[in-house]
Structure formats: structure tokens, C-alpha cells
């Protein structure tokens, strides 16, 4: 009997938006290694994100130590896009306004 051995993808699957997704789940690839680099185990994060499945896991994580260069250049782009979008979220919001009219309310 021949083993039939040939290369697989990761089953990552990029929104419009540049996310990438694992398998069929909304979770997204930066979860999964953020736990594994937490130390949790493949098993441990299906149970945390119930819709993942253990084959999945176990990919994504084989995926990102054969190329963790890459993902973490990915991680870090994804972490610049959010911190530039809380940045702009919070320079449109007066936050002193917000906080007065909080205050107001509250000595009603």
C-alpha cells in the first residue's frame, strides 16, 4: 500500500476586507494564533471556538510555523488597520462633550 501524499492549502479564506477566515468558521486566523501563542493546545482552541474544527486547527498552526514571517507580518498589518481605526473613531467623537452630557444626566 502507497501513501498518497501531496500539499494542502491552509484553509484560510480572505474576506473583502483582507480578514482571513479559518475553514467554514467566522474566527479569525489572528484568534487561533493568539491562543496557540497563549499556549493553549489545537484541542483547546475548538473548545473555545466551538465552530472550528480540530483538522482546521491543527493546519492553521502547522501553516504558521512553516511560515510565521509571513503571519506575523499579516498579524501586524491587521493590527495597524484596527489601530488606525480606533484612532480615527476617537478623533471624531468629543469625548469631554460625551463625558459632561454623561455627568449632566447622572446629577439629573
Excluded: C, W
Amino acid at each position: 500500500m502507497t501513501l498518497m501524499m501531496q500539499a494542502e492549502a491552509p484553509p484560510l479564506r480572505a474576506e473583502t476586507d483582507g480578514a482571513l477566515r479559518v475553514g467554514d468558521s467566522r474566527v479569525l486566523l489572528e484568534m487561533v494564533i493568539y491562543a496557540f501563542e497563549d499556549g493553549a493546545t489545537a484541542e483547546t482552541i475548538v473548545q473555545r471556538f466551538p465552530s472550528l474544527k480540530l483538522p482546521d486547527v491543527y493546519a492553521v498552526i502547522a501553516y504558521y510555523l512553516r511560515h510565521r514571517g509571513e503571519v506575523e507580518n499579516y498579524l501586524h498589518e491587521r493590527e495597524k488597520t484596527a489601530q488606525q481605526i480606533r484612532e480615527r473613531i476617537e478623533g471624531q467623537q468629543d469625548l469631554k462633550a460625551i463625558r459632561e452630557r454623561l455627568l449632566a444626566k447622572r446629577r439629573g
